[in-house]
């Protein structure tokens, strides 16, 4: 089956690679994003998927938009059976969607119609879901409301960060995708329309998102430090000095405290009042500074951490 291949990030490429150690695909072409500055130095740099197409000599095709003819022009004379798109970045117009002979199909890191959009896995743990997984859906003209061919969950841990679960996803994904393609071959895959009314949004994660609120309950920020590690990181303030929270944990304590204020600073970590309950926090990275747990931290500075300072003001 002649596919080509749509995709961006790291996790595209996990999915990419199950194509090429499946014998019966030949991908005959991969649609990557435009090759953007990146780091602190901005240097241009390819995407994951871009690396790995020009390891397996297949050609790449970079357009900034697939509205135009002379881009559909050139996707259909790649002559495909299918189109997989994962992590693409770009929206696919109608007339790309019916090119490939079986169409576009999608891996979609959520239980559909659960968390359509851009961050489903960072939603699903901000939300404490208890279940994610992976959909693979025939693709349509709307965004993430297609028929679902495959479905294949897991569970999310209790200590499941955002690239925990991207990478439990990205496995999850290849072997669907791969099953899906099986069926979509033998002429036996059956899609199963999506219930609309059991439809959730997973919005784009925005910086400003990752101020932590102290207000909030415990519960709330340890899911938010969770959801946005590793991007884009928790952060609060302590004075002038910015602070990325990486690890945390739900904790108790009777002493009265204003939410953001300081209790405690121990080998453990340090106790934070919340808005209802406190927090551990075990692990943070102090500007310019390596990620560190707490007690390393303690050790370096010059002063500890004091009782009553509070954080976020």
Known sequence: MKVVFAGTPGFAAAHLQSILNDDCCEVVGVYTQPDRPSGRGKKITHSPVKIMALEHNIQVFQPFSLREPESQIVLAELNADIMVVVAYGLILPQAVLDTPRLGCVNVHGSL????????????????GDLLSGITVMQMDAGLDTGAMLTISQCAINKDETSLSLYDKLAALGAEALIATLGKLKAGTAVGMAQNNQLASYA????????????????????RIIRAFNPAPAAFSFLGNERLKIWSAAAATSHKKATPGEIISASSEGLLVKCGEGCILLKELQLAGKSRLPVSEILKARSTSFASGERLGV
């Open 203 to 222: 919005h784009k994660i925005t910086k400003a998102e990752a101020q932590i609120n102290w207000t909030d309950s415990a519960i709330a920020i340890e």
């Open 112 to 127: 559909l119609p659960k968390w359509r959009g851009a961050a489903p896995i960072q939603r699903a743990i901000e939300a």
